[in-house]
């Protein structure tokens, strides 16, 4: 007849602590990916937008007639105006 060891109850809480702290880990972890794969989620949007925004820049620049953008720029924000046009200010508020 064999004689089987016994196992110790040392050996049975070492074997459950790393159990425990095996099973924390993975729930730790997967939490840590879960939130990582969403944070990807809304820089890859972020990314896609601002390469929609590159792209029409880049079109901007590379127009060969861009004088009505420049127009539009110049009336909006330095105040200019073309000969004979006519500036009407609101001041009812």
Do not use: C
Not at 65 to 74: G, Q
Not at 78 to 88: A, I, K, M, S
């Amino acid at each position: 007849m064999k004689r089987r060891k016994k196992i110790g109850l040392f050996t049975k809480i070492v074997v459950a602590v790393l159990s425990l702290y095996i099973a924390f880990n993975l729930v730790s972890l997967q939490i840590q990916i879960s939130n990582k794969m969403q944070e990807n989620a809304s820089l890859q949007v972020e990314v896609e937008q601002r390469k929609n925004i590159t792209g029409q820049l880049n079109a901007i620049v590379n127009d060969e007639d861009n004088s009505d953008y420049v127009a539009d720029i110049a009336r909006k924000y330095l105040d200019y105006t073309t000969r004979g046009e006519r500036v009407f200010i609101d001041i009812s508020g």
